[in-house]
T-cell receptor, first 114, second 110 residues
Framework: DGGITQSPKYLFRKEGQNVTLSCEQN?????MYWYRQDPGQGLRLIYY???????QKGDIAEGYSVSREKKESFPLTVTSAQKNPTAFYLC?????????????FGPGTRLTVT | KQEVTQIPAALSVPEGENLVLNCSFT??????LQWFRQDPGKGLTSLLL?????REQTSGRLNASLDKSSGRSTLYIAASQPGDSATYLC?????????FGTGTRLQVFP
């Protein structure tokens, strides 16, 4: 089945530790995205990548880092510099090069930092 | 800066009712608009995608309309069912990313 997988589903970390969230897609999509969702707020874009080895900051990139070494994979690292890392993180992907493309989402990772 | 608003924030209706969810956006220069469904603790499921040149899209009991000039979209759900209970999000493409509203939490009771 084609789709987007995110792992793990739940992640617990101590304050001050870096943590990496996994996102893999087998839809042959060029573009991939990371969003953060907090209660009562809409999704906010952290980083996005339109091609391999290239990525751009979104609206709330501070305290996060990404890499795009393979088309299928777009891992997100939440660093100790992120002041409020506890949130629900969603990865998405879509075709690129056309204006009218649909975004598809993974199941999400809930990160809790104490 | 594009802003997306969804009203109401929450809605509770009896089974069988037809209902309308609203989405408004401040900048009419959008490429497309997408409606999503989100169940508690889950990712987003795409329901309908309306291109900027289109007026509406239909899928089963769902119908979404788009009026760019007024900066509005509506999602119409016919004959609502308890299984429709979820949060519904709209998002506009602007242009390399999606800008999301905060969602409408829908509860359909038997």
């Amino acid at each position: 089945d084609g789709g987007i997988t995110q792992s793990p589903k739940y992640l617990f970390r101590k304050e001050g530790q870096n943590v990496t969230l996994s996102c893999e897609q087998n839809l042959n999509h060029d573009a991939m995205y990371w969003y953060r969702q907090d209660p009562g707020q809409g999704l906010r874009l952290i980083y996005y990548s339109q091609i391999v080895n290239d990525f751009q900051k979104g609206d709330i990139a501070e305290g996060y880092s990404v890499s795009r070494e393979k088309k299928e994979s777009f891992p997100l690292t939440v660093t100790s510099a992120q002041k409020n890392p506890t949130a629900f993180y969603l990865c998405a992907s879509s075709h690129q090069g056309r204006k009218y493309y649909e975004q598809y989402f993974g199941p999400g990772t809930r990160l809790t930092v104490t | 800066k594009q802003e997306v608003t969804q009203i109401p924030a929450a809605l509770s209706v009896p089974e069988g009712e037809n209902l309308v969810l609203n989405c408004s956006f401040t900048d009419s220069a959008i490429y497309n608009l997408q409606w999503f469904r989100q169940d508690p603790g889950k990712g987003l499921t795409s329901l309908l995608l309306i291109q900027s040149s289109q007026r509406e899209q239909t899928s089963g009991r769902l119908n979404a309309s788009l009026d760019k000039s007024s900066g509005r979209s509506t999602l119409y759900i016919a004959a609502s069912q308890p299984g429709d209970s979820a949060t519904y999000l709209c998002a506009v493409r602007d242009p390399d990313k999606l800008i999301f509203g905060t969602g409408t939490r829908l509860q359909v009771f038997p």
